[in-house]
């Protein structure tokens, strides 16, 4: 890390690192986007959670702790899943802010820097700031999560998880340790889970500057397991169910997301049965509800090619159950 005089009496923040089955090469890439922050208070924790047949696992360990001499290196004996592993290195964590980074993305290196100046009030649980995600297979990068919501958020963050990646918050430990840790029950989402917890309870404050790199790759993530991408939503559909059943646009969110996944885990039979739920939830979404129902038909995005015989499709669906009672009232839509 560089170094400054003038830091020594500033806060230490914990960087904690989880890796599975991860390149030597990656996984080092992300230790040194730690160890080039221009913020010196800090301390590494890397928590090895690779399966024991992973042939290159200690190459890994080899290749992290020669980065640094000064690195907490922790291995699983079985792998227990990222969640886990990160409530592991939170267990081993003395900062009195802690960042996790996940091994395949990196830090900008003002990235702690700049975040902690976000903490300019006490109450203030977490920074987060937009993400530059880089497309590896098509080499282009685009900025995401660019939605400047500070204070209290939970309403907004219920209907997207606008702060993101794991890897892209700065935390006030104090205030983790009031809600708890990540939550082992999920399969996915947990992070999300963590963000609403926080969000639920305490202010966050959001910096325009995008100061994470979070590639995006074939390798796989669980953001791409549809299975248990739909057990974690559901999961979460049903811990905020009383935030979310009160709001239908909330709930037509976080319903209508899942669709997709509905059709690749379950057939158009079920992906259609939710889709019918979130029209009558809010059938005046009628440009969302036929993307949706060309994807359930056709499999991809047709909707340019097929929007007038679809919308025509649609409304005579939504007057069918509005014709039964099915819909309340709501202001009519041309499907001219």
């Not at 081993?92 to 976000?118: C, H, M, R, T």
């Amino acid at each position: 890390m560089n170094t400054d005089n003038n830091q020594n009496d500033k806060k230490l923040v914990s960087a904690i690192i989880t890796t599975h089955d991860r390149k030597p090469e990656t996984v080092l890439r992300a230790v040194n986007s730690v160890l080039n922050q221009t913020y010196s208070n800090m301390e590494i924790i890397v928590v090895d959670d690779s399966s024991p047949s992973f042939t290159r696992r200690f190459d890994v360990k080899q290749s992290v702790c020669g980065a640094s001499d000064n690195i907490i290196y922790i291995v699983n004996e079985f792998s227990l899943g990222a969640c886990a592993s990160r409530n592991k290195g939170l267990s081993s964590a003395s900062g009195y802010y802690v960042a996790f980074l996940d091994d395949d993305d990196e830090w900008l290196p003002n990235k702690i820097e700049e975040q902690l100046k976000g903490f300019s009030d006490d109450s203030i649980a977490l920074v987060y700031n937009p993400i530059i995600v880089v497309d590896e297979e098509n080499c282009c990068e685009r900025i995401i999560n660019t939605e400047s919501e500070s204070g209290y958020i939970f309403r907004k963050l219920l209907k997207s998880n606008i702060i993101g990646s794991t890897s892209n918050p700065l935390i006030k430990k104090s205030c983790l340790e009031t809600i708890g840790n990540f939550d082992l029950q999920f399969e996915s989402c947990q992070d999300y889970d963590l963000w609403l917890r926080l969000a639920l309870r305490f202010p966050v404050q959001y910096i325009e500057l995008p100061l994470l790199r979070y590639h995006n790759h074939s390798d796989i993530r669980i953001s791409l397991d549809s299975e248990k991408l739909i057990s974690g939503h559901e999961r979460l559909n049903l811990k905020y169910a009383d935030y979310i059943n009160n709001d239908n646009d909330t709930w037509y969110i976080s319903h209508s997301f899942l669709i997709p996944h509905y059709l690749k885990k379950y057939g158009r039979k079920k992906a259609f049965a939710l889709w019918i739920s979130c029209v009558k939830k809010r059938p005046v979404k009628l440009f969302r509800n036929i993307d949706l129902l060309n994807y359930i038909v056709f499999g991809f995005n047709s909707y340019k090619v097929l929007r007038k015989p679809l919308a025509r499709l649609y409304c005579g669906i939504r007057d069918k159950y509005r014709t039964i009672g099915k819909f309340r009232h709501t202001r009519e839509i041309s499907c001219r």
